[in-house]
């Protein structure tokens, strides 16, 4: 039986099953387990977006998920150091972040109304609480599947103070 001379397995064909060096090659300079994987992968190779799979499009979809998930998203991406330099995610976030904030500013005026109003408007104010945040669900989507299609969409009041955080 032959032993591997770059990582001193036992070799019983061709190839070592250990590194994948070929059985009869010269043992080079960096051993490891597998000499032949992509530097994306291997040890002191910097992290990118790219190395990992998330790209500009999908991190910036990711930040429009809905509520509570969606603003814990925007924020890490606002930290993340790969994430927080693209100022195509740094958009994305802070829109993100201002449509959510927006949404949970609306709930509270339309809650202190209804409690002013109490008996009177119970009736009209319950429906506007599903079809607000129907509303902003769906809004959410169609940002996300923009940006997801590198679209970037800007709204009015929003849209425009995010470009100016970006």
């Known amino acids: 039986m032959a ?15 250990n590194c994948g060096a070929p059985a009869g090659a010269p043992a080079s300079s960096s051993p490891g387990p597998n000499p032949g994987a ?8 910097p992290f990118s977006p790219a190395a990992s799979g998330l790209t500009d499009n ?25 994430y927080s330099q693209n100022k195509t995610i740094r958009f ?6 201002l449509i959510h904030l927006a949404w949970v500013v609306l709930v509270m005026v339309l809650a202190i109304i209804g409690g ?22 769906i809004l959410l989507l169609y940002l996300a599947y923009s940006s997801y299609t590198n679209k970037t969409v800007v709204l009015p009041i929003v849209g425009e103070f995010a470009k100016k955080q970006a």
Do not use: D, K, R
């Open 3 to 17: 032993f591997c001379s770059n990582c001193g397995t036992e070799t019983p064909g061709a190839f070592c099953p």
């Open 38 to 45: 992509s530097p994306a992968y291997g040890a002191g190779a």
């Open 58 to 82: 999908v991190a910036s979809a990711l930040c429009y998920f809905p509520f509570a998930i969606g603003i814990i998203i925007s924020i890490v991406f606002l930290v993340v150091a790969p």
């Open 92 to 97: 994305n976030a802070f829109q993100s972040l």
């Open 116 to 137: 002013m109003l109490h008996v009177v408007g119970m009736v009209g104010l319950g429906l506007l609480y599903p079809l607000l945040g129907l509303a902003t669900f």
